[in-house]
């Protein structure tokens, strides 16, 4: 801008000139890549996978390659068109650094099946969580509405009374010197959710420091989809999958300090 690079922050004000080198289009499909996929368990209808932290489930915000879709694709080839090009197959999502179970649907119709039991809360949906500090209580429950973050648009927040609706319950599976473990299980599928929602009463997760968290020795959220329950989209049969703890996870676990 005026010859000279602009914050992306910076508010036109009018007259400016302003210079722009175009990139490359992004992809409108999803491109099949050779990637590792740890496979928990497979039907005709719908796949569960233990999608590692660091990878992003579909295509955006700039990045196109390394995706859990891209390997879906290449692993499975045919997969739900219900999300369009970019997310076939995917019917929910866990953050880049949040690392765990995530369902994938083969056909549009378990696609929806699923979809419907995610938005009537049918699924069951268990995350295992360190957060810093120790809780007042054992076991709780948090419902304060979420939106996002009118300053920092890459947060989310639960200040606002006028946010979604949003539930998550707590239980303390074992106590640390200057830390929780936790079992959360949430009612809602929010952005954000459960980091949004811990850091609202003190407790940040973790490695997670857009909410406040301190720098921690770990390159990913102590945040992991442990367990998830659902019904079959054929059988009508109730299917849970577990996601064991990664190992990064588990040394993390192991090397702290205890209570005196």
């Known amino acids: 801008m005026n010859g000279s690079p602009a914050k992306r922050s910076y508010l036109l004000k009018g007259s400016e000139q302003i210079q722009i080198s175009p990139a490359d289009l992004a992809p409108l499909r999803a491109v099949a890549e050779d990637l590792p996929l740890e496979v928990l368990y497979q039907d005709d209808e719908l796949i569960a996978i233990n999608k590692p932290a660091g990878m992003v489930v ?82 709780g429950q948090i419902t304060k509405p979420i939106s996002r973050d009118p300053v920092r648009r890459i947060r989310m927040t639960a200040k606002s009374a006028a946010g979604r609706q949003a539930i998550s319950e707590y239980q303390v599976v074992r106590t640390f010197q200057d830390y929780s473990y936790l079992e959360v299980k949430i009612g809602t599928g929010r952005t954000h959710q459960i980091r949004v929602h811990l850091a609202s009463i ?56 205890a209570l005196r």
Do not use: C, W
């Open 58 to 139: 579909h295509a955006g915000a700039g990045r196109h390659s390394g995706t859990l879709v891209n390997a879906l694709v290449h692993r499975f080839g045919k997969l739900s068109t219900v999300g369009g090009d970019l997310r076939p197959g995917i019917v929910h999502r866990l953050d880049r650094l949040t690392s765990g179970v995530i369902l994938v649907a083969k056909t549009d119709a378990a696609h929806r099946h699923l979809a419907a039991q995610f938005s009537n809360r049918e699924v069951e949906k268990i995350y295992l969580a360190l957060v810093h500090g120790r809780l007042k209580m054992d076991r």
């Open 202 to 257: 003190g407790h940040p997760v973790v490695g997670d420091q857009l909410y406040g968290a301190p720098p921690a020795a770990l390159a990913r959220f102590f945040l992991h989809a442990h367990r998830i329950t659902f019904t079959s989209p054929t059988s009508e049969e109730k299917i849970t999958v577990t996601a064991p703890l990664p190992p990064e996870l588990t040394r993390y676990l192991n090397g702290l300090p």
